[in-house]
């Protein structure tokens, strides 16, 4: 496979350069924005495994002749200007950025007529089973159980709630037949009286250097029922994003997400 990895300098970036060299696949490109320190240097350098053979560059279109599939864990401009720009050459995409508006997504879903694409808000592959998890459990508990989605990540971490928390809350509203926009809860202060039947709340905590946690409540009468993910390290990402790519090569265009690359959704 023979991969392009934007926002190579970051965290993610780099533990998804190490796991395409090791696994033995082709770093054809990585980029950054421009004015980053790191541009016309060595991403694997940069990252710490060693030489990759490329140079980070801040320009996407020159390299895609060269390349089988787009990884991006960006911003949401930085992903929708890439994804344009993949378009144009039919260079399907996996896209793990977080923070898109419903509007971005949408722009997203338009684009994926032209392309594959996979989008996740977390590709690990525990939090994807979680997502199923947690929709056949809405099911059945139905509103008698309440719901809360409690989400911890590091204190540098710029938008809230996480994509992650965002969607296991969409997935539970949706299980149980309604909407989030018009039952989920984001903050409670004061006086804020009983809680409404069939309400989801969605609660953000950050500090340190907390990966990602993510814990769904079901609290019933006379038992509460709990459910947790934890990110040891930011491997188990990058893992399912190489996954991910290894997978979306062969797709027609469409909108993808990890639960159609884990055999989970058809």
């Known amino acids: 496979m023979k991969a392009i990895v934007t926002g190579a300098a970051g965290r993610m970036g780099g533990r998804i ?38 140079l980070i560059s801040d320009e996407l279109a020159p390299l895609l002749g060269q390349a089988e599939v787009v990884i991006d864990f960006t911003i949401p401009d930085f992903t929708l200007q890439a994804a344009h720009c993949a378009a144009k050459k039919k260079i399907p995409m996996v896209i793990g950025t977080t923070g898109l508006s419903p509007s971005e997504v949408q722009e997203l879903r338009s684009i994926a007529s032209e392309i594959a694409i996979v989008f996740s808000p977390n590709m690990s592959i525990g939090v994807n089973v979680m997502f199923k998890a947690v929709s056949d459990l809405g099911k059945v508990l139905g509103e008698e159980y309440d719901i809360e989605v409690v989400e911890m990540h590091h204190r540098m971490k710029k938008d809230a709630p996480s994509g992650t928390a965002l969607r296991l809350a969409e997935i539970l509203a949706q299980a149980r037949g309604g909407d989030l926009e ?84 058809r």
């Open 17 to 54: 350069l190490c796991l395409l060299a090791e696994q033995g696949h082709a770093v054809v490109g990585a980029l950054e924005r421009k004015g980053h320190p790191s541009l016309g240097k060595d991403p694997g350098e940069v990252a710490g495994f060693g030489r990759s053979g490329v």
């Open 182 to 265: 018009e039952v989920g809860k984001f903050s409670r202060r004061g006086n804020i009286g009983e809680r409404k039947k069939g309400e989801i709340g969605v609660q953000s905590l950050r500090g340190g250097d907390v990966v990602g946690e993510h814990t769904v409540i079901f609290a019933g009468p006379g038992e509460r029922l709990e459910l947790t993910h934890r990110a040891h390290s930011r491997d188990n990402f990058a893992r399912g994003a190489v996954l991910a790519a290894a997978w979306v090569v062969h797709q027609r265009p469409g909108f993808y997400t990890m639960q159609n690359v884990l055999g989970l959704v």
